[in-house]
C-alpha cells in the first residue's frame, strides 16, 4: 500500500500485477479510498469477462460519475462522438466510433478535468477490458505526461511471467507484485473468518496448499467440514494427503463422506472454470492434480499422447506450468484441489488405477494403488507400510505420513492387533510430519485400548506431539508410568523415564533429570533393552556434562560401548554420536566436532528422520559458528529453517526468508539467530532471538530459553546497547544457575556478561562483573576450558580498563591474544585484538594499534563475520587526539567506569559539533542509539550538555 501510494506520486501510473486472487481488487480497494480522502478524483471500472464483448463498456463504467455538462463543453465532433460511445444521446456512427474522435474526446475531457485537480484512473482487471476501451485507454496512456492525470490498474500475472496489457498504462507506470501473505497473517486472515479458532494442522495445511493466497485460502476455508478438518487434504498438486485424523482413522481416500459431513467441494471461480472445460482437459488435469511430481513423460503414459496437448492448452490459459524438464505444476495450488474435488470418485480411482500402471517409482506407484482400490487388502497395506517405511528413510514425512495412514485404512479388520501396531506407527509418522493435532487424536483414541503396552506407547506419541512443551506434560508421563508397572513392563518404563529426564532437563531441573536418566538407564538393561539403554546413558552423559561432571566423558563412551556389544551400529546411534560432536564442541577441538557431524550424516544418509536430520545440523552450525566459518555456519542454519518448515508443512516466507516457522521451535530460532549474529544482520538476529525466546518462555522450555537469551545479549552488546544486553544475560544467568549448569564451555557466554556489566558504568555493575569473572574462571580452569578463559582474560582487561588500570588490562589482553589464537577461534579472537588496539591507541602506541586493529578486520572479513564488522570497527575507533580526548576518563578512587570505545567515538564527534543525526551516520548507528549512548557519556562523565563535554578533562 504504502508503496503504490509513493509510486503514484512519482510515476504517471501503477500497475499491480500478481496470480489470482492475491488481493489486487482488494488493494485497488483500499488505494481508492485514500485517494478520495486526499481529495483525489477517481474514475473506476472494474470490467468483467461477461461483459467483454460489449463495446465501449469499460469507458461506460469508467465516466459514469462525469456529468452530461462536462460532455457539453467539449468540441462538437468529439462530444457526439463521446456521447455516442456512452450511450448518452445521439444515433452510434460507425464511423465516430471507429475514428479518433472519440480517444481525443477523452483526453480532452481528462486533460481539463486534471486541469481542477488530481484524477486517478482505476482500472481493475486490464485483461477484461472490451477491445474498443482498451484502445481509448492505451491512446490517452500515452498523452497524459505533465498532467495530475495518473492511472492505476491491475492484471492477473502467474509466477514467472510479465504482464500482456502493459502497453495499455503510461510509459514509465512502476509495477508492483502484490506479495503472498505470510502464514501468520493467513492464519489470522482465517480465524477472523472463521469466526473460531481452528485446529493448527488445518491452518498449516490451507497454508501450504494456498501458498500465502488469501483467495485461495478463503475458499478452501469455505470448504471445511463443520468439524474444521480439511477433507481432501491436498499435496502441492492437489490431490489426496494424509496425516489428518479423518484418514488415520480409516476413511476413503475422498476424504469423509461429503453428506456425513455437510461439506461442498472447493467452489467459486476455479469450480465454475472447470465446468466449462471440455471432458478431454478435465482428464489431463485430473492425472496432474493425482500425482505427486507429474511430468509430461508419466501423465503421457497414464493418459496417452492427447494428455501433452490439452496440457500445453492449459498452460496457455494461465492454468499450470510446464516446466523445461517437462514437471508440470497448477499456477494455482487450490485449483489443483478443486480439480481434484471436482471429479467425481470413480474419475479419481481410475486416474489413480492409471497412473498406478504408469509409475516407475515404488513409493507412488504403492500410494496409487491403494487410492484405486478403496477395499482392505492385506498385501495393499503391507506394501503401504514398506513404501511408507521407504519415505519416511528418504525424509519425505509426509508422504510417509500418508502411505501409512492409507495402510491403515487398507487393513483388514479381522486383524485387530496388526491394525493397532499401523496406527501407532502412522501416528508416529504424523508427528514427524507436523501433524501433531492427527496424531494426537489417533493417540487419544489409542488410550481405549484394553493393552497396558498399547496405551503407554500411545502415551509416548502424545509425549512427541508436546515438542519443547514437556513441561506441561507431567500427568501424562506419571500415568504412563503406572501403566508401565501394571504391564511389567520395565523397558517401557525405561522410555518413560527417559522422557522424564528430557522433561526434567527442558525445565532446567538437572538433578532431577539426572536421576531419571540414570534409572532409565537400569531399568533398559534390566529389560535387556540395549537401545533404551543406549539413550538413556547418552542423556545421562549430557546431563553430566552440562553439571561440569567428569563422568561425563566414560559415561558416553559406556553408551557407545553397549551399542558395539549389541550390534546397534545404524541411526540408532545417532543421539549418542552427536553427543560425541558436542563434547567436542565444548571441548573446543571444532574439527573433530565437524568431522563426527559431517560423517554422521553420510554414514546415515537416507535413514535419518527429519526431527533427527534437524538435530544434527544445528549441532553442526554450532560447530561452524565457533570456528568462524560465517557462510557455512548461515548454510546450515537455513537448511535448519527450510527442514522445520518443510515438516511443518509450510513454505517459508517473509522479507528475512524465514518465515513465522520458528513460533513453534526455540531450537530452530536459536540457531539461525546465532548464524545471523555473526554472518548476517544483527537485527535480524535479534529478531529471531527474541522470537524464539517467546516460544520457550510459552512453552516451559528454560534451556532453550537460556540460549536464546545468550545470543539476545551478545546482539545487544555488539550493538552498543549495554543496558538491554544486562536484562537479557543476567536471566539467562539465573536460569543457568537454577539448571545446575556449570560448565562455561558449553555456551561460552559469560565474558559478553562482563563486558556489557562494565560497559553499563557504575560500582556496583563493577562489582558484580568481578564477582561473576572469579566463579566462572575458576570453572574454567577446573575444567580445562582454554578458550573460555581467552574470552574471560579479555573481558577481564576490560574490566580493569574501566578502572585506569593499563598495565594490567595490557598484560590480559596479550595473553588471550596469544590463548585464543592457539585456540583456533578467530572471532573471539578479532574481539581481544579490536580491544588491544583500542587500548594501545590510548597509550600513544600507534604502530602497535595499527597492527592490531588490522589483523581484527582482516579476521572479520576473511571469515565473513559481516554482522560484526562495524561493531569491530567502532570499538577499534572509538577515542582519538585533539578534542577527542574527551571521550577518555581516567578512573578515580570511586571506581567510576572508563567509557566504551563506541561511547568515546560518539562523545568525540559530539565534543567536535556533531549532530546526532550527522553522529549516526559517522558510527553505522541509528538516531536513537546516539541518543542513548550520550546519556551514559554524560552520566559517566558527570556533564549535563555537550559544552560541558567538550570542556570535560583528559587522561
Known amino acids: 500500500m504504502n508503496r503504490a501510494v509513493e509510486a503514484m506520486r512519482e510515476a504517471p501510473g501503477v500497475l499491480l500485477l500478481g496470480p489470482p486472487r492475491i488481493g489486487r481488487s482488494r488493494l485497488l480497494e483500499q488505494l481508492v479510498a485514500h485517494g478520495r480522502a486526499i481529495g483525489v478524483r477517481v474514475l473506476r471500472c472494474s470490467p468483467v469477462a461477461a461483459e467483454q464483448a460489449l463495446p465501449f463498456m469499460g469507458l461506460i463504467d469508467l465516466l459514469e460519475d462525469v456529468d452530461d455538462e462536462v460532455l457539453d463543453r467539449l468540441p462538437a465532433g468529439q462530444g457526439d462522438a463521446l456521447r455516442a460511445a456512452l450511450l448518452r444521446g445521439g444515433q452510434p456512427d460507425a464511423g465516430q466510433l471507429g475514428d479518433a474522435r472519440v480517444p481525443l474526446a477523452v483526453l480532452t475531457l481528462l486533460r481539463r478535468l486534471a486541469d481542477q485537480g488530481p484524477v486517478w484512473l482505476v482500472v481493475d482487471d486490464l485483461h477484461w477490458v472490451d477491445e474498443p476501451t482498451a484502445r481509448v485507454l492505451g491512446f490517452v496512456a500515452r498523452r497524459i505526461g505533465g498532467t495530475l492525470l495518473r492511472l492505476m490498474a491491475s492484471e492477473p500475472v502467474a509466477a514467472g511471467r510479465g504482464p500482456a496489457f502493459a502497453p495499455l498504462c503510461p510509459p514509465g507506470t512502476a509495477r508492483l507484485t502484490v506479495p503472498p501473505l505470510t502464514p501468520a497473517e493467513l492464519a489470522v486472515l482465517l480465524a477472523e473468518h472463521a469466526g473460531q479458532s481452528l485446529p493448527s494442522a488445518t491452518v498449516r495445511e490451507i497454508t501450504r496448499v494456498a501458498r500465502g493466497n488469501p483467495g485461495d485460502a478463503l475458499e478452501l476455508l469455505s470448504a471445511l467440514p463443520p468439524d474444521g478438518a480439511p477433507f481432501n487434504a491436498p499435496p502441492t498438486n492437489g490431490g489426496p494427503s494424509g496425516g489428518l485424523s ?112 504408469a509409475e516407475t517409482e515404488p513409493v507412488e506407484r504403492a500410494r496409487h494403488r491403494a487410492l484405486a482400490n478403496p477395499a482392505r487388502d492385506e498385501e495393499v497395506a503391507r506394501s503401504l507400510m514398506t513404501a511408507a517405511a521407504t519415505a519416511r528413510r528418504r525424509s519425505a514425512p509426509g508422504t510417509a505420513a500418508e502411505l501409512a495412514a492409507l495402510a491403515v485404512a487398507r487393513t483388514p479388520v479381522e486383524q485387530p492387533e496388526l491394525r493397532t501396531e ?68 520395565p523397558g517401557l518404563e525405561a522410555r518413560l523415564r527417559c522422557w522424564q529426564a528430557n522433561r526434567d532437563l527442558l525445565a532446567g531441573r538437572l538433578d532431577q533429570a539426572e536421576a531419571a536418566a540414570g534409572r532409565a538407564a537400569d531399568l533398559a538393561a534390566a529389560a535387556n533393552r540395549p ?14 556434562r552440562l553439571g561440569g561432571d567428569p563422568r561425563a566423558e566414560s559415561t558416553l563412551a559406556l553408551a557407545l560401548e553397549t551399542a558395539r556389544a549389541n550390534g546397534i551400529d545404524d541411526v540408532r546411534l545417532r543421539e549418542a554420536l552427536m553427543t560425541e560432536a558436542v563434547f567436542h564442541l565444548h571441548a573446543n577441538r571444532l574439527a573433530a566436532a565437524e568431522s563426527s557431524l559431517l560423517e554422521l550424516l553420510r554414514r546415515f544418509t537416507g ?26 555456519a548461515l548454510r546450515a542454519a537455513r537448511q535448519v529453517a527450510a527442514l522445520h518448515a518443510r515438516r511443518l508443512g509450510v513454505e517459508q516466507s517473509g522479507e528475512d526468508g524465514y518465515g513465522a516457522a520458528f513460533e513453534e521451535a526455540g531450537p530452530v530460532a536459536y540457531v539461525t539467530a546465532a548464524a545471523e549474529s555473526v554472518g548476517g544482520s544483527l537485527e535480524l538476529a535479534r529478531r529471531l532471538a527474541q522470537r524464539g525466546a517467546r516460544t520457550a518462555e510459552r512453552e516451559g522450555d528454560r534451556f532453550w530459553l537460556l540460549w536464546n537469551l545468550t545470543v539476545l545479549g551478545r546482539v545487544h552488546l555488539m550493538g552498543d546497547e549495554p543496558e538491554a544486553a544486562v536484562r537479557a544475560l543476567r536471566k539467562a544467568l539465573e536460569i543457568e544457575r537454577a539448571m ?5 564451555g558449553v555456551g561460552r557466554w559469560h565474558a559478553d556478561l562482563v563486558e556489557a556489566l562494565v560497559c553499563q558504568g557504575g560500582r556496583a555493575a563493577l562489582d558484580e562483573a568481578r564477582a561473576l569473572l572469579d566463579q566462572v574462571t575458576e570453572a574454567a580452569r577446573r575444567l580445562d576450558r582454554e578458550a573460555v578463559l581467552g574470552c574471560l582474560e579479555r573481558a577481564e582487561a576490560l574490566w580493569h580498563l574501566a578502572r585506569g588500570e593499563h598495565a594490567e588490562a595490557a598484560a590480559l589482553l596479550e595473553r588471550a591474544v596469544a590463548r585464543l589464537r592457539s585456540e583456533g577461534v578467530p572471532l573471539e579472537l578479532a574481539r581481544a585484538l579490536a580491544a588491544q588496539a583500542q587500548l594501545e591507541r590510548r597509550r600513544r602506541r600507534q604502530g602497535a594499534a595499527r597492527s592490531a586493529a588490522d589483523e581484527a578486520l582482516r579476521i572479520c572479513q576473511d571469515t565473513g563475520a559481516a554482522a560484526w564488522l562495524g561493531p569491530i570497527k567502532r570499538r577499534i575507533q572509538g577515542g582519538g587526539g585533539g578534542r577527542a580526548g574527551a571521550a577518555r576518563q581516567s578512573a578515580d578512587a570511586s571506581g567510576a567506569v572508563l567509557l566504551t570505545p563506541s561511547e568515546q567515538r560518539i562523545a568525540a564527534l559530539a565534543a567536535d559539533g556533531a549532530t546526532n543525526r550527522e553522529i549516526a551516520a559517522a558510527c553505522f548507528i541509528s538516531v536513537k542509539t546516539v541518543e542513548a549512548s550520550l546519556s551514559r557519556v554524560y552520566r559517566k562523565l558527570g556533564v549535563r550538555s555537550r559544552t560541558e563535554l567538550a570542556k570535560a578533562p583528559t587522561d
Open 246 to 357: 479423518g484418514w488415520v482413522h480409516g476413511d476413503p481416500p475422498g476424504g469423509p463422506n461429503r453428506a456425513a459431513t455437510g461439506a461442498e467441494p472447493p467452489g467459486g471461480h476455479h469450480a465454475e472454470l472447470l465446468r466449462t472445460l471440455p471432458e478431454p482437459a478435465r482428464e489431463a488435469l485430473l492425472l496432474v492434480s493425482a500425482a505427486a511430481r507429474p511430468d509430461l513423460t508419466l501423465l503421457a503414459t497414464a493418459g496417452g499422447p492427447s494428455v501433452t496437448v490439452e496440457l500445453e492448452t492449459a498452460e496457455r490459459l494461465g492454468m499450470l506450468r510446464i516446466a523445461p524438464d517437462g514437471q508440470v505444476a497448477f499456477d494455482s495450488p487450490a485449483l489443483g484441489r478443486a480439480v481434484y474435488a471436482e471429479a467425481g470418485g470413480r474419475s479419481r480411482r481410475a486416474a489413480h488405477t492409471r497412473l498406478a500402471a
Open 422 to 489: 499401523r496406527r501407532l506407527t502412522a501416528a508416529d509418522y504424523a508427528v514427524d510430519a507436523g501433524h501433531r493435532d492427527a496424531a494426537r487424536a489417533e493417540a487419544q483414541a489409542l488410550l481405549e485400548e484394553p493393552d497396558p503396552e498399547v496405551r503407554v506407547r500411545a502415551r509416548l506419541v502424545l509425549l512427541r506431539c508436546a515438542g519443547q512443551s514437556l513441561e506441561h506434560e507431567g500427568g501424562l508421563i506419571q500415568d504412563g508410568l503406572a501403566e508401565a508397572a501394571a504391564a511389567g513392563s
Open 531 to 544: 537401545e533404551t539403554q543406549l539413550e538413556a546413558l547418552t542423556t545421562l552423559a549430557y546431563l553430566r
Open 607 to 632: 535413514q535419518l528422520g527429519m526431527e533427527e536430520l534437524i538435530d544434527v545440523t544445528i549441532q553442526l552450525a554450532g560447530v561452524r559458528i565457533r570456528a568462524a566459518d560465517c557462510a557455512g
Open 740 to 744: 545446575g549448569i556449570v560448565d562455561p
